[in-house]
């Protein structure tokens, strides 16, 4: 009986752990949205925090030349370790929130339990083996023992639930109508990439031969010959779809994971907070070369960003590629961290029930 009563503690554990991708407390969410309103205001006004402007000087690597020069592997932030029982460092608000409740919250209560239960055991193993007790007690009940071991795994399980709850719902919050859309299919076996928002120009990106990837400095198996270029401190509308089975874009320092379905458009929102190059996999068993599909995302200031765009032939903010100038930078409401615009509002009109009749296309 005694042992059918510790296993529940075990089992709050477990549960404890299950509960790891969670979220962290209703305080942080109101700290944060308080710091992105100023962080807004300051933009719009072209006065950008002295953190952000020193974050975006990292990014500017190499000449202008006209054309873009893509970072080099001094930039890389984001990529697996051989080291740690924690996640990859995070670099993303949502990232940040659960990174806490693991290290913080969830690895110290799991620690707390496994003990406890640990001890529990040796204690019943050394009080009541036929040496030390010849006579087995024949109690069969403890009313406040059973009272206790069902009300606290419940109460802990409700106290994790809170911040869990606050890291979903931040996770899946829709993105703002000035987000920039980025459309990534997954293939077998690579991924392309398309921005509907500006020309609608597509890039296909594979893995880079090992060889060549390492001679250049970059993680073999992890780099690309054409990584996906994103803004910092912007909205991205990032949706994933497949052309042929089931793929998972999925980026752990940016605390990103979205399957890719073929036949649907998922969506999620993704706000990059530090310039640099990020590695992920797809994360879907998709075949025979599932694991020679690598994920390269380099995140860059908006002016760069734009330069990006033009050099690919797309276009910015309705204006065409053959513009000498570039569109003027705007400040909308969904800017974070110093970022001085996410461009201009959308053109397309699309009704979200078309997703599924573009993929069709």
């Given at each position: 009986?005694i042992?059918?009563?510790?296993?529940?503690?075990?089992?709050?554990?477990?549960?404890?752990?299950?509960?790891?991708?969670?979220?962290?407390?209703?305080?942080?969410?109101?700290?944060?949205?308080?710091?992105?309103?100023?962080n807004?205001?300051?933009?719009a006004?072209?006065d950008?925090?002295p953190?952000?402007?020193d974050?975006?000087?990292?990014?500017?690597?190499?000449?202008?030349?006209?054309?873009?020069e893509?970072?080099?592997p001094?930039?890389?932030?984001?990529?697996?370790?051989?080291?740690?029982?924690?996640?990859?460092?995070?670099?993303?608000?949502?990232?940040?929130?659960?990174l806490f409740?693991?290290?913080?919250?969830?690895?110290?209560?799991?620690?707390?339990?496994s003990?406890?239960?640990?001890?529990?055991?040796?204690?019943?193993?050394?009080?009541y083996?036929?040496?030390?007790?010849?006579?087995p007690?024949?109690?069969?009940?403890?009313?406040?023992?059973?009272?206790?071991?069902?009300?606290?795994?419940?109460?802990?399980?409700?106290?994790?639930?809170?911040?869990?709850?606050?890291?979903?719902?931040?996770?899946?919050?829709?993105?703002?109508?000035?987000?920039?859309?980025?459309?990534?299919?997954?293939?077998?076996?690579?991924?392309?990439?398309?921005?509907?928002?500006?020309?609608?120009?597509?890039?296909?990106?594979?893995m880079?031969e090992?060889?060549?990837?390492?001679?250049?400095?970059?993680?073999?198996?992890?780099?690309?010959?054409?990584?996906?270029?994103?803004?910092?401190?912007?909205p991205?509308?990032?949706?994933?779809?497949?052309?042929?089975?089931?793929?998972?874009?999925?980026?752990?320092?940016?605390?990103?994971?979205?399957?890719?379905?073929?036949?649907?458009?998922?969506?999620?929102?993704?706000?990059?907070?530090?310039?640099g190059?990020y590695?992920?996999?797809?994360?879907?068993?998709?075949?025979?070369?599932?694991?020679y599909?690598?994920?390269?995302?380099?995140?860059?200031?908006?002016?760069?960003?734009?330069?990006?765009?033009?050099?690919?032939?797309?276009?910015?903010?309705?204006?065409?590629?053959?513009?000498?100038?570039?569109?003027?930078?705007?400040?909308?409401?969904s800017?974070?961290?110093?970022?001085?615009a996410?461009?201009?509002?959308?053109?397309?009109?699309t009704?979200?029930?078309?997703?599924?009749?573009?993929?069709?296309?």
């Amino acid at each position: 009986m005694i042992l059918r009563h510790l296993s529940r503690f075990v089992l709050a554990g477990a549960a404890a752990a299950s509960l790891a991708l969670g979220g962290t407390a209703a305080a942080q969410d109101a700290a944060t949205e308080t710091e992105q309103a100023a962080n807004v205001e300051q933009a719009a006004q072209g006065d950008v925090p002295p953190s952000a402007t020193d974050a975006l000087a990292d990014a500017e690597v190499g000449e202008d030349t006209g054309g873009y020069e893509y970072m080099g592997p001094e930039m890389i932030k984001g990529q697996p370790e051989n080291w740690g029982w924690t996640f990859q460092p995070q670099y993303t608000d949502d990232g940040e929130r659960a990174l806490f409740l693991h290290n913080a919250i969830l690895m110290p209560v799991i620690v707390i339990i496994s003990l406890l239960v640990l001890f529990l055991l040796l204690w019943v193993i050394a009080k009541y083996r036929r040496g030390a007790n010849p006579v087995p007690s024949k109690t069969s009940h403890n009313i406040k023992l059973e009272v206790f071991w069902t009300l606290a795994p419940a109460v802990i399980l409700l106290l994790i639930a809170i911040p869990s709850i606050n890291l979903l719902r931040a996770q899946f919050k829709p993105a703002p109508a000035d987000a920039i859309t980025v459309k990534a299919t997954g293939w077998q076996w690579y991924w392309t990439y398309s921005f509907p928002d500006h020309g609608d120009f597509e890039i296909t990106s594979n893995m880079m031969e090992a060889a060549e990837a390492k001679e250049k400095g970059f993680p073999g198996q992890l780099e690309v010959d054409n990584r996906l270029v994103l803004p910092v401190g912007v909205p991205i509308r990032l949706q994933t779809t497949a052309a042929d089975v089931i793929h998972s874009f999925a980026v752990p320092s940016l605390w990103f994971k979205l399957d890719a379905v073929p036949g649907r458009i998922n969506e999620k929102v993704l706000t990059i907070n530090e310039p640099g190059i990020y590695y992920g996999q797809c994360s879907e068993l998709c075949g025979a070369r599932h694991g020679y599909m690598p994920i390269a995302v380099e995140a860059v200031p908006l002016a760069r960003w734009q330069q990006w765009v033009t050099s690919q032939g797309g276009t910015l903010g309705g204006n065409t590629a053959d513009d000498d100038e570039a569109a003027p930078l705007a400040a909308p409401a969904s800017s974070t961290r110093g970022a001085a615009a996410a461009g201009d509002p959308p053109t397309d009109t699309t009704a979200p029930g078309d997703a599924d009749a573009e993929v069709a296309n």
